[in-house]
């Protein structure tokens, strides 16, 4: 006879949706072509010699700092972002050939921990052209906190805006005269005091959608052989210069870009196909088509058939599922290269034994704001949770219930599995932990991973049922509610968390 079973949730924990934006990205959506659209990253790429980073606010910019950007200036303390084409700081050689190899994109570089892993990258010249000209989201010449730049908001959000009974005006608004073609917009009687905004302000905005693009200029190039700072450039003209990813096709010394300017009352944003010369400093901003965290549960079978099919399976990437809750805090993230989940936010086991009683009991409902991990229920019966993981520099802690913690160390990827013989559906979390000081697991581990680089992957998890047990009725008694299951030829009562058997009595 087949073992069937239900999986088993209870109904009364509430589990939060994690659909959240991932960190560096705005909630602005923008149309970069009829099928397309994209989130841009919370402020302009700066990279330095600590590592690559997003400006903390959309209207910092770096400015005359990136008159310093050489290759023998090693300042462990500054940030530039006036880049050649496809280049990092380092670059200011205006050596031809040094350019024609083909585009590195910027997202594809190390952008923080918590910002690193949207799948970022850089418009094309066509998704500007499209966005700027032909996706009707609404543009605006502004002033925040004294700089210079445009707004963008999405075609839908200009309803909202006015809401927060804060001015905004377009390109387009009356008195202004507007022109649109393939590659230019102007607009009379355009100025960057159009709309002044303060910080609060702008937040506000923000958090409708809009985005805003500093006026940060360019600096010229230099020679591979510079020896002081005044050999690179900064030119301050009002205007912003923004990169594209795309390469004049003819011409290997230049790559299309993006510039708007206000001058003599008249506003214009151009792209600019023919280009300009690639060792040209410019402004980077960077998108992404995947703005949340990828779902990562999968197969939340309603009937599962012991000993032949997986009961719960949770892969990356997978459609969604109420059956496996996934809670991510600051420290952790996406690789979606790697295809995993990579847990860096470290939780005392006691701590997380309290939480899952806390949140079994209705005692507290902060789990998900605390937990950092993966949590779902088993159901009742004997089998092995098998994990895909590879840790670095610290151990995977998996609790099944009030039964004890069990972890796991992997220096290399590969399964690694935890037996679990239940009684009743049990709560399991599963997160990362610091192994104790004195153990052969912290002993050898900590060789292997720099602190910035621990963390646990998390590739999937599979539940394999050898037995389960199969509830065949309630029944009321005493003013209690019971559950009778049947299990090896027994039957078992279940009732206020105790197991009772009944004797004498044959089971068929």
């Not at 006879?1 to 602005?28: E, N």
């Not at 005091?193 to 230099?222: H, I």
């Not at 719960?312 to 805090?329: D, E, K």
Request: hydrophobic share 35%.
């Amino acid at each position: 006879m087949k073992k069937i079973f239900t999986l088993l949730l209870i109904s009364s924990v509430s589990l939060l949706s994690f659909a959240d934006l991932r960190q560096g990205v705005l909630p602005g959506e923008f149309k970069v072509s009829a099928t397309k659209t994209v989130h841009f990253s919370k402020g302009n790429y700066q990279c330095g010699y600590n590592g690559n980073r997003f400006a903390e606010q959309q209207y910092y910019y770096i400015g005359a700092g990136n008159n310093r950007i050489a290759s023998w200036y090693t300042s462990t303390s500054s940030y530039f972002d006036l880049l050649g084409w496809g280049k990092d700081y380092r670059t200011i050689t205006t050596e031809i050939s040094y350019y024609s190899e083909p585009f590195n994109d910027w997202g594809n570089n190390y952008i923080s921990k918590a910002d690193h892993d949207a799948g970022w990258r850089t418009l094309t010249d066509a998704e500007w052209r499209y966005l700027l000209l032909e996706s009707g989201c609404h543009i605006g010449f502004a002033t925040i906190d004294k700089t210079k730049g445009i707004v963008l908001l999405p075609e839908d959000k200009l309803s909202e805006v006015k809401a927060l009974e804060i001015p905004f005006k377009t390109v387009k608004d009356e008195g202004k005269t507007c022109s649109v073609n393939d590659y230019k917009l102007s607009s009379s009687k355009t100025y960057y005091t159009d709309n002044q905004y303060t910080p609060e302000q702008w937040e506000q905005m923000e958090k409708v959608g809009a985005v805003f693009l500093p006026a940060a200029c360019y600096r010229t190039g230099s020679s591979s052989d510079a020896t002081t700072a005044e050999s690179v450039l900064y030119e301050y003209d009002g205007s912003g210069y923004y990169w594209s990813s795309t390469p004049n096709a003819s011409d290997s010394r230049y790559a299309s870009y993006v510039k708007f300017v206000v001058s003599y009352g008249e506003g214009s944003i151009k792209v600019i196909n023919e280009g300009c010369q690639r060792y040209t400093g410019m402004t980077v901003r960077l998108v992404t088509e995947n703005p949340t965290y990828n779902p990562v549960t999968q197969l939340e079978p309603i009937e599962a058939e012991a000993d032949k099919e997986t009961a719960i399976t949770f892969t990356y990437g997978g459609p969604s599922s109420s059956a496996v809750l996934l809670s991510l805090q600051a420290e952790d993230s996406h690789d979606d290269q790697k295809q995993c989940v990579v847990l860096r936010t470290t939780l005392d086991d006691a701590n997380v034994a309290q939480l899952m009683d806390n949140l079994l009991q209705n005692v507290s409902d902060d789990f998900g704001s605390v937990f950092s991990g993966v949590s779902f229920f088993l159901p009742a019966g004997k089998g092995d949770v098998k994990l895909d993981i590879q840790t670095h520099g610290l151990q995977l802690s998996v609790h099944i219930g009030n039964s004890g913690v069990a972890h796991l160390t992997q220096n290399e990827r590969g399964e690694a599995v935890v037996h679990y013989d239940i009684q009743e559906p049990t709560l399991v979390c599963i997160h990362a932990s610091v192994p104790a000081a004195g153990t052969p697991a912290r002993n050898s581990i900590r060789k292997q991973a720099k602190e910035d680089e621990q963390g646990v992957e998390l590739y999937a998890i599979n539940i394999l049922p050898s037995e389960i047990l199969t509830g065949v009725d309630n029944v009321q008694g005493d003013n209690a509610l019971c559950t009778k299951v049947l299990r090896d030829g027994k039957i078992f009562i279940l009732r206020d968390g105790k197991t009772y058997t009944i004797q004498g009595q044959e089971v068929k």
